[in-house]
């Protein structure tokens, strides 16, 4: 199997910097959401860490410039250690589109919770959760005993065949949270792609006996695995273990097929601390 990776020839600025303005501002906005209206199915689903809820707050308030929102969707009420999916729904010249958002808190258990459909066959592209650590004692713990997470009743606008399918384009970053250390890197990396295979999120894969969590007639038409980005600091992560699960990544995504996101390159290395605060692209 050969990896396809996507890249970018001009790093890009994302959001603002004290040298540039920002790039995707409300023309690029115009097109991007004229573009997903234009899909089969007009649903882009961003999968990831805060980095992508920053993503997807920034590309929703420019959409809110040019586009009517219909509906949102946003479990009220973040408590302490808890994080939330979101959802909108926009309009263009009548023709509805959406934007979604699913917070990897623990992403290997969460794909592992994402092979199940419930009972009214809802499949996981459809939910919108909150996900917290475990509480113990005086403790919380987010990566040893996975997540505990809580559904919401989404809007009505959020229901009926234009959504049925699912999205048309998906990105999946598994991010930094409960990221491995050293020797594991590369086994937790192997996990996240073999639940990715089961999921069948890529066109290249095919879910195993019984899964059903992404029915294969219904996978993206478009989806790409994100990796991390180089950093400039970190509690207990260095750009050593980023290159490690780049590695990791790249590997594991050859052996089966999938497409890779470079998000190094939105980021301007020779100049990282423009473009990155901390662990978050700015």
Known sequence: ATTTTTTIATP???????????????????????????????????????????MFDYIGREFAKVFDTV????????????????????????????????????????????????????????????????????????????????????????????????????????????????????????ETGRLLQTLGVFQTSSASAGAVAFPQKDQPEFALWAGNFHIVSHPRIHNEDILMDQSCQRNVAKRYGFPIFNLDDFINQFEVENDVGGFHMK
């Not at 303005?21 to 882009?44: D, E, H, M, V, Y």
């Open 12 to 54: 890009l600025k994302v959001g603002n910097s004290s040298v540039e303005q920002p790039i995707f501002g409300r023309t690029l906005a115009s097109c991007l959401g004229k573009t997903i209206a234009a899909w089969p199915r007009p649903w882009l689903l961003l999968v990831g860490d805060s980095n992508w809820r920053h």
């Open 71 to 190: 509906a949102k969707a946003l479990i009220p009420g973040e408590v302490g250690n808890a994080w939330f999916d979101q959802d909108a729904i926009y309009a263009s010249e009548g023709r509805r589109f959406r934007l979604s958002f699913r917070f990897m808190l623990h992403p290997n258990h969460r794909l592992a919770l994402w092979q199940q459909v419930d009972s009214v066959n809802k499949f996981w592209y459809s939910r919108i959760q909150q996900c917290r650590g475990i509480v113990s004692g005086k403790n919380i713990d987010y990566c040893t005993n996975g997540t505990q997470c809580r559904e919401h009743n989404q809007p009505s606008a959020f229901a009926g065949q234009l959504w049925a399918r699912g999205p048309h384009a998906l990105v999946f970053a598994h991010g930094l949270w409960c990221f491995p250390l050293s020797a594991a890197t590369c086994e937790v990396r192997e």
